[in-house]
């Protein structure tokens, strides 16, 4: 303990002139390295990798036969595709994961972006700073965003590698059986990679709402999956059929329409509005409240 | 400054807070009632001068992290209004806090991150610092707290002491009018307490208000200007050191084989309060000059082998205010 160096006074306030951006970009920043450097969040982001690498090597050594499964749309479909074009490998890694891992992925960020921090106590040290507390949270929603983002495109990218390595890449014979040259499959697929974060994100904002009701991340994760799960098991029930187009993951793996000519864009747009209508949402709530809550913890 | 106690003060819950510039927290019947029911602070109104060290004291769970939340707008009063360098309320709260440096129910922060990163956190959550002068400060409050050598070090490798030094240092990133400080010793060795009694004398020295929180009197007695003592939410003493010492009553203590005589004798005089236990009797001095006791008591024939007059220990007041054993020793 240095007890001769002059502590700061309270005189002459070192107060920068107001850069709002500048100020804002800084924060972000270290939202994302709080992120990015958590060990949970890079094992997570690990299994994210690994995964189509298991999937590849899986359809590799046990080929399917070109068209395999018969089926026109959904995983059989894709698998079916695989062998004849490894483009399809990291369609078909998206599709898996989707129903789960990368449902998860986002459910741990949303669960640590204030539920996590509460816990920690850290809330109530960034709120004091002071942060802002409707900042603070537009902050955590913008990462969780970019997460989302990057979970997405790392699937992706890591299943274009294998696919690439274990299978022949050429032209990208489409569902609907007509054939587009290679570029025009990779745009197709970053263009799934971008709605697929879409969806991703406005599951976030809902975990983002959850996680401004507790300070036990792993409750609010635990949520966000049983919502997944239980949307996921209605929309599979004909007898609800009514409620299904309202179900946050209905429009999930509406993205094969991205994977047909003509493409069907009504069934894009209808699922980026469902996303959006979600986001606002629960954003809405999130932001209400953010901004009554007691941080007594 | 004069004594409070809080019920009697007659503070309406919704009485505002006076804006007083000399006051650097004022608050007038602040109040917390908790979803449970029960009142965590019930009423109380405090006077922070500017340039004080102000102790506030209670046992555990006597409602002072709880006004600090408050304080700091972490939590919402359930009635009453509070004044933190000019700014009121939950809501208009963080005009004032970049001018104040917090440390909130003991330290808090990113165990996989070290010390340095931590600080840098904090300083990048705050949206008027300085942008250029960030890594200077970050170094200059590191040594304020002696961290500089244990910077790179892990937040989780800390020690207890480290971990509040860290705290306080995330209060020091910029220069503050007030550093509002709860139970910076909890749980520290004495060498570690003394540490932390130096870096607030400092903080105070360079003109920056104190308020510091503790249950333990003997932690924070010799560098408090002023105190607050708060017991089941209640504020039942506020004042000075000085006003706090001067509260306890004088008694007159005789050491007599005679001690049941003695104790008539005192009675006769009108001293109240006269007890004996074994050859010792004490009652209240009052307004009674030692001597003419003494005087009576020899005119009596009551054998004095001693006689003291006596002022209750800080300690004994405490357990008074506090209307339980004052932990004195953690
Ligand atoms: N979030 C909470 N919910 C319910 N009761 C609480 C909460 N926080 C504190 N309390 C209660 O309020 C009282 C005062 O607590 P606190 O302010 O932490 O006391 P201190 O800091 O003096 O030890 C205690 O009885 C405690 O149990
Ligand atoms: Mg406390």
């Not at chain 2, 019930?42 to 006077?47: G, Q, T």
């Not at chain 2, 208009?92 to 909130?104: E, H, K, W, Y």
């Not at chain 2, 130096?198 to 929180?213: H, K, P």
């Not at chain 2, 054998?303 to 953690?330: K, W």
Request: aromatic share 6%; proline share 5%.
């Amino acid at each position: 303990m240095s007890t001769d160096s002059a502590v700061q006074t309270g005189r002459p306030a070192v107060t920068a002139a107001p850069a709002p951006v500048r100020h804002w970009l800084r924060l972000l920043r270290s939202e994302l390295r709080i992120v990015f450097v958590r060990p949970r969040n890079l094992a997570m982001l690990g299994v994210l990798a690994v995964a189509p690498v298991f999937l590849g090597f899986a359809l590799w050594v046990n080929t399917p036969q070109p068209g395999a499964g018969g089926g026109n749309s959904g995983a059989a479909a894709l698998i079916g595709q695989v062998a004849e074009n490894g483009v399809f490998l990291a369609l078909l890694a998206i599709f898996v994961l989707m129903t789960l891992i990368l449902p998860l992925a986002i459910a741990v960020v949303s669960g640590d972006a204030l539920a996590g921090e509460a816990g920690l106590g850290t809330l109530r040290t960034l709120l004091t700073v002071p942060a802002g507390r409707v900042r603070l949270l537009a902050t955590k929603y913008v990462v969780i965003v970019i997460f989302s983002l990057v979970a997405s495109a790392l699937v992706a990218i890591v299943g274009l590698i294998m696919g690439a390595l274990l299978f022949p890449i050429g032209p990208v014979t489409l569902l609907s059986g007509a054939s587009v040259p290679l570029i025009d499959g990779l745009a197709r697929l970053a263009m799934i990679v971008i709605y697929v974060a879409t969806a991703l994100a406005a599951l976030g904002a809902i975990g983002i709402a959850l996680s401004t009701f507790t300070q036990h991340a792993l409750a609010v994760m635990a949520t966000m999956l049983v919502v997944v799960v239980v949307s996921q098991i209605l929309d599979a029930v004909s007898q609800v059929a009514v409620i299904h187009p309202y179900l946050p993951t209905h429009f999930w793996l509406a993205f094969d329409a991205l994977l047909r000519t003509p493409i069907d864009w009504t069934q894009i747009w209808h699922g980026l509005a469902s996303f959006a209508v979600y986001a606002v949402i629960f954003g809405a709530v999130a932001v209400a409240r953010i901004r009554r809550a007691n941080i007594s913890s | 400054m004069t004594l409070i106690d809080a019920r009697s003060a007659g503070a309406g819950p919704d009485r505002p807070a006076a804006a007083d510039p000399s006051l650097a927290i004022a608050t007038a019947g602040l109040a917390k009632r908790f979803r449970g029911g029960q009142l965590a602070v019930d009423h109380i109104d405090l006077a922070v001068p500017v340039g004080s060290v102000y102790g506030f004291l209670g046992p555990n769970g006597s409602g002072k992290t709880t006004t600090i939340r408050m304080l700091l707008g972490l939590i919402h009063p359930s009635g009453g209004s509070f004044t933190v360098l000019g700014a009121s309320g939950a809501d208009g709260i963080d005009a004032a806090l970049p001018r104040v440096g917090a440390l909130v129910e003991g330290p808090a922060f990113y165990p996989f991150l070290t010390g340095r990163q931590n600080l840098a956190r904090c300083d990048a959550a705050d949206r008027t610092a300085d942008l250029g002068t960030s890594r200077a400060r970050i170094d200059h409050a590191l040594e304020q707290v002696g961290l500089l050598a244990a910077a790179d070090k892990r937040y989780r490798a800390y020690s207890l002491g480290m971990k509040q030094r860290l705290g306080i240092a995330s209060g020091l990133l910029r220069p503050r009018d007030l550093m509002i400080l709860d139970e910076p010793t909890n749980g520290l060795d004495p060498q570690g307490t003394r540490e932390i009694r130096t870096l607030i004398r400092q903080i105070a020295a360079a003109g920056t208000t104190v308020f510091v929180s503790s249950h333990l009197l003997a932690e924070v007695e010799q560098i408090c200007s002023h105190v607050g003592v708060m017991s089941t939410g209640r504020l039942v003493f506020q004042g000075t050191m000085a006003d706090l010492r001067g509260r306890g009553e004088r008694r007159i203590a005789i050491h007599t084989a005679e001690p049941d005589r003695a104790a008539k004798v005192l009675a006769d005089l009108g001293l109240a309060g006269a007890g004996v236990a074994g050859q010792d009797v004490t009652a209240v001095l009052g307004e009674h000059a030692p001597e003419a006791i003494n005087a009576e008591l020899v005119r009596a024939g009551v054998p004095v082998a001693g006689l003291a007059t006596v002022r209750p220990s800080l300690e004994d007041l405490f357990v008074q205010l506090t209307g339980e054993g004052f932990d004195v020793n953690g």
